[in-house]
């Protein structure tokens, strides 16, 4: 059994986290260090904040929580930056998208400018994966760029990058999973199926509210990857699931 990167206790193959490092990680260690880090981050806002009332504050009657020394402010701020970097590492290797997505968009626009990297223009742009999640790619920065909606269009398929999805003629194969999944969206229902990532030993049956039909692009000669997004009742997180890496689909009635 593969062992959780941050506890270094055994993890369950089915229910944590395969990273595309080949790491693994416990849904709990994931969730104790973003609790850690939003606990310290209050505790130094509400530190900032005890520290301007007492500028305004004349009266020494009136009553004020403790102010924490700046020796403890200065440890808080230290872990701070631990939680941060040890976050950062996992949501680089995260299977879907990590909660940091926008910061990380942030961050490429302030190196390279609000630039698509297709046709050199100024505009607004989207982030995506140079080389995708599901084929081996990673969140880190230097597998993110960015693209305008126009550039997307030309290289991928009609409609916005978020619009509505026509199947092409190379991905017929898919065609029977592609209304099904549809449907599901259109009338509101859940859609059951197996699936099997990259990293993955075996299969999971995962069950998805479907939100989305979606080509994403690769680094294979069609381009893209037909893929579904929604929120998956396994992970209870919004996830996306390439059509290709599914099997017994399957529309579950209310």
């Known amino acids: 059994m593969p062992y959780c990167t941050v506890c270094?206790?055994?993890t369950d193959w089915e229910y944590d986290i395969a990273l595309s490092n080949g790491e693994y990680l416990h849904y709990s260690c994931i969730i104790t260090l973003q609790m850690q880090k939003r606990e310290i981050e209050t505790a130094l806002q509400k530190q900032k904040?005890?520290?301007?009332?007492s500028l305004f504050v004349l009266n020494e009657g009136v009553e004020q929580d403790v102010v924490i020394t700046e020796a403890e402010v200065e440890d808080l701020r230290a872990k701070l930056v631990k939680l941060k970097s040890i976050l950062t590492e996992i949501y680089d290797h995260l299977p879907c998208w990590p909660p940091d997505w926008d910061e990380r968009k942030r961050q490429v626009i302030r190196e390279n400018g609000s630039i698509c990297s297709h046709c050199g223009k100024e505009q607004d742009v989207y982030l995506l994966h140079d080389i995708p999640i599901f084929e081996g790619g990673s969140n880190e920065l230097e597998n993110l760029t960015l693209i305008c909606a126009g550039c997307y269009r030309g290289m991928y398929h009609e409609g916005d990058i978020f619009g509505t999805v026509t199947l092409k003629s190379s991905q017929s194969?898919?065609?029977e999973q592609f209304s099904e999944i549809q449907s599901a969206i259109d009338n509101h229902q859940k859609i059951q199926f197996d699936y099997k990532k990259p990293s993955a030993k075996r299969?999971?049956?995962?069950?998805?509210?479907?939100?989305r039909l979606l080509n994403?692009?690769?680094s294979r000669e069609s381009g893209e990857t037909l893929c579904v997004e929604g929120f998956c009742e396994l992970?209870?997180?919004?996830?996306?699931?390439?059509?290709?890496?599914?099997?017994?689909?399957?529309i579950i009635e209310d």
């Open 203 to 211: 299969w999971t049956t995962r069950v998805v509210i479907p939100e």
């Open 8 to 10: 270094k206790i055994e």
């Open 235 to 250: 992970r209870q997180d919004t996830r996306v699931f390439a059509l290709e890496r599914m099997q017994g689909l399957e």
């Open 173 to 175: 194969e898919f065609s």
């Open 216 to 218: 994403i692009p690769n």
């Open 49 to 53: 904040s005890q520290l301007i009332l």
